[in-house]
């Protein structure tokens, strides 16, 4: 059974916080570091991994092909998995198991992201798993990290392009192209596949689904866990993961990732092309049960 914990960065009480003053405070300050570009992911704030390494002296790995992140504290490891809300934590072995590492999970309200090549970890979280203290200024949409002496002021990035809120894509949309795009994976049951999709997918997409009996990819993607990247005003892109299969000594896990292209025409959203990608990665960052 997979204890959950509840990580609620932009909670009441937490927002509710105010910043710390006074000379303490001013002493730490003197070493902080500020960035301007901190994330925003389904209301919890995203900080770029280098911005850990860098100041709040963690030691951690990327790697790239993978896309999963290693972050030694103490004798703890923590994995993350771009994509996942999922974290592995593994420490010493039990005398039950010494051979093994103790592991426990924590599923996040957030997921880790790669955003413009860039790897954003959930702020919260990782902070304060390596003991830093984390406050919250709801006015300026700025956070305040402390470890020891050091200080990192987050400041959020401004969009460099600028949606309209009326003309961003809502979470219910999302939801239901993913949705679409997972009805889409096999279209040999569905007699009509111009009018199932018209409403969702532009006429190019539904031509190349028509011509390949279907998208080829997983069709048991959730509900989408990281934020759409704004390409232009009228574009935008979209990254989702998906276990697909257990490793068959079980240390690992075999994922699905699906890149998708979303235009925005006549005051809707439509998918306008889907890419796919897999990766090996350590077992544990989702359940999988076989379809």
């Known amino acids: 059974m997979i204890k959950k914990w509840t990580i609620a960065l932009l909670s009441t009480a937490f927002l509710m916080l105010p910043l710390t ?27 770029p991994l280098r911005a850990v390494s860098e100041n709040l002296g963690a030691s951690l790995k990327w790697f790239q ?21 999922r974290v592995i934590i593994e420490s010493a072995p039990s005398s039950e198991a010494p051979d093994t590492p103790s592991r426990k999970y924590v599923d996040l309200d957030t997921a880790t992201q790669v955003i413009n090549g860039t790897t954003y970890v959930p ?3 990782v902070s304060q798993s390596l003991g830093a203290t984390v406050m919250w200024n709801q006015l300026s949409k700025q956070a305040t990290v402390t470890v020891g002496n050091k200080g990192l002021v987050v400041h959020m990035e401004t969009p460099s392009i600028q949606i309209p809120e009326k003309n961003k894509i809502s979470e219910a949309r999302l939801k239901l192209l993913s949705d679409k795009l997972n009805q889409a994976s096999n279209v040999s049951s569905i007699k009509n596949v111009n009018s199932t999709f018209k409403p969702y997918f532009t006429d190019k997409l539904i031509k190349s689904i028509t011509q390949n009996k279907g998208l080829k990819t997983a069709g048991a993607y959730e509900t989408p866990v990281t934020s759409p990247m704004y390409t232009s005003k009228n574009s935008a892109t979209l990254s989702q993961s ?9 240390e690992d896990q075999y994922a699905e990732d699906r890149t998708v292209s979303l235009i925005f025409a006549n005051g809707t959203w439509k998918v306008d092309s889907v890419t796919k990608g897999s ?13």
């Open 123 to 125: 702020l919260r979280f």
């Open 242 to 250: 998906v276990i697909v299969a257990n490793g068959l000594t079980g």
């Open 279 to 291: 990766r090996v990665l350590i077992s544990g960052f989702s359940d999988y049960y076989p379809q």
């Open 65 to 85: 092909t993978d896309k999963v992140v290693k972050i030694k504290t103490g004798n703890s490891t923590i994995w993350l998995a771009a994509n996942f809300k």
């Open 21 to 47: 003053t006074g000379s303490s405070y001013a002493a730490e300050a003197q070493t902080s570091t500020t960035i301007n570009n901190g994330q925003i992911n389904n209301g919890r704030v995203l900080i």
